[in-house]
């Protein structure tokens, strides 16, 4: 059973930077962000790595958003720079097993592909 603990959120200013941290269990193969920008809005895939190393990341954080895991660490990252008011949400870190292949095409950006979820992490950015 995977074990996933985001932090890292906060309250930051427009233009302002927030890393974000999931440290997890048993080393998943396949690991994502997502977010959820309202309450009963559905999750929004951010971006994936596979164990491989392989990472994906989404068109409208592209340039601003790097993903990473550090494997003696058992921690993912998610570094977000230049944070406009569209980036606020709940954040969320997900594992799965899934395969390489999967895992950096459209499965990889699908929430009900991942088995393992963590509480989430608010961000808040404010003008």
């Known amino acids: 059973q995977v074990q996933l603990v985001e932090s890292g959120g906060g309250s930051v200013e427009a233009g302002g930077s927030l890393r974000l941290s999931c440290a997890y269990t048993d080393s998943p193969r396949c690991m994502a962000w997502f977010r959820r920008q309202a309450p009963g809005k559905e999750r929004d895939w951010v971006a994936?790595?596979?164990?491989?190393?392989?990472?994906n990341v989404a068109d409208s954080v592209k340039g601003r958003f790097t993903i990473a895991k550090v494997n003696h660490e058992n921690t993912l990252y998610l570094d977000m720079t230049g944070l406009t008011l569209d980036d606020t949400a709940m954040y969320y870190c997900?594992?799965?097993?899934?395969?390489?292949?999967?895992?950096?095409?459209?499965?990889?950006?699908?929430?009900?592909?991942?088995?393992?979820w963590g509480q989430g992490t608010q961000v808040t950015v404010s003008s």
């Open positions: 997900a594992a799965d097993s899934m395969s390489h292949s999967l895992c950096t095409g459209e499965a990889g950006r699908r929430s009900e592909n991942f088995a393992y």
């Open positions: 994936s790595i596979h164990v491989m190393g392989s990472t």
